[in-house]
């Protein structure tokens, strides 16, 4: 499914540099599938030949599942409405593939872009009816998607509320592969991506087409990658402990007149928080209301539920990093997401999910507020 620039994977990794060096003074990959070959002169007498391509990397994976859904939306309580997965090994190359139409069990949401009525899903499984063999099918890989963090997160509500839990250790998302690889790119977008490789779309925002698409083209990023020595983007991706399909208005936010998200629409926007910023949390000290607070990477609670109830407490939901930032929630507090590594360029408090829960039980209330 196509996502909003807002909506893609916050785990972005920083590795530009990194991808500079290692593909030489290009500083890109061209369409030829390979770094630009201008201004090498071929050898002379006596000059041995260029070595062959370089041995796989030994730390890449063995297998990898590339994903789409689609959904009736794109919030916490929407649901999915079809699945689509292509097996790889680990050289990229097509193992088998499987899809099925999901019945989300609500309106289908965006009809005018997956084609889905609810009349043609009225007969399809449940998610809890297929959930066993798209396990099945995730097991052992690494689920790779194109904003990969939204896929994850739909896969992650559906098998908590099917009571199972994703089989899945860790993500990678295309959109930061093809960045890291700093492709000349336009946009992101799936459409530019194939355009680059030549492949052709021939059912887009339909799950099985789209996951054929985005296997097609993964499986030359992933050979330019291993040849040019730069470790994948991997995120590790942590099941729901806790979640919930209502969406509850933030408490101040009735206050200062906002309303509760309703029907499907692209991004959630919260109120502005009322209280002035505190400053950054002291060690060992409390959360005090009006802390700018950012989240990185996956949560046991359900990120939004989580958000939500930072909001409830008075606090203020950052969307990134900033000298003015308070506090970094994030379980992988070693990863190189851009929150992350600003966080540590700005000296950011760092904390994981675990502690952030205990001091929002705590709360402080901002100066000259009572009760």
């Known amino acids: 499914m196509t996502m909003p620039d807002n909506l893609t994977e916050d785990a972005e990794a920083t590795g530009d540099t990194k991808a500079a060096e290692a593909l030489g003074d290009t500083g890109a990959i061209g369409d030829t599938g390979g770094p630009r070959a201008a201004g090498h002169p071929h050898p002379g007498p ?9 041995p796989w990397p030994a730390g890449y994976p063995e297998g990898y599942a590339v994903v789409d859904v689609e959904t009736t939306g794109l919030g916490r309580d929407d649901r999915i409405v079809s699945a689509a997965v292509y097996r790889l090994d680990g050289r990229g190359e097509v193992q088998d593939h499987w899809y099925s139409p999901v ?58 509320r099917a009571g199972a839990a994703a089989p899945v250790e860790h993500r990678l998302c295309t959109i930061v592969l093809a960045k890291e690889l700093r492709l000349p790119l336009a946009n992101h977008k799936l459409e530019t991506l194939a355009a680059h490789y030549g492949v052709v779309q021939r059912r887009a925002h339909h799950a099985l087409d789209d996951a054929r698409v985005l296997a097609e083209t993964f499986r030359p990023s992933l050979h330019l990658a291993a040849a040019a020595g730069l470790p994948l983007p991997l995120h590790a991706c942590r099941p729901l402990t806790e979640w919930s399909d209502r969406v ?51 949560t046991g609670v359900d990120r939004e539920l989580l ?47 675990r502690r952030f829960t205990e001091l929002l039980e705590a709360v402080v209330p901002a100066p000259g507020v009572h009760g």
Not at 122 to 136: G, H, I, N, R, T
């Open 46 to 54: 006596g000059v041995p030949p260029p070595a062959g391509p370089a």
């Open 103 to 160: 019945n989300p069990q609500r309106d289908p949401g965006p009809v005018w872009i997956h084609g889905l009525t609810g009349a043609m899903l009225a007969d399809a499984p449940l998610f809890a009816d297929v959930a066993a063999d798209l396990a099945e099918r995730l097991a052992g890989r690494v689920l790779v998607a194109h904003n990969a963090v939204f896929d994850w997160s739909m896969l992650a509500r559906e098998f908590a």
């Open 248 to 298: 509850p208005e933030p408490r101040y936010g009735r206050v200062y007149g906002s309303v509760p998200r309703s029907g499907w629409r692209p991004a959630r926007r919260r109120p502005p928080c009322p209280y002035p910023n505190p400053g950054r949390l002291a060690p060992g000290g409390p959360l005090v209301q009006g802390m700018r607070v950012a989240f990185s990477g996956d």
């Open 307 to 353: 958000e939500d109830r930072a909001t409830d407490a008075g606090l203020h939901v950052a969307s990134s990093i900033s000298r003015l930032t308070s506090l970094l929630v994030t379980n992988d507090p070693g990863s190189s997401t851009t929150k992350v590594v600003k966080a540590r360029q700005f000296g950011t408090p760092v904390i994981d999910e």
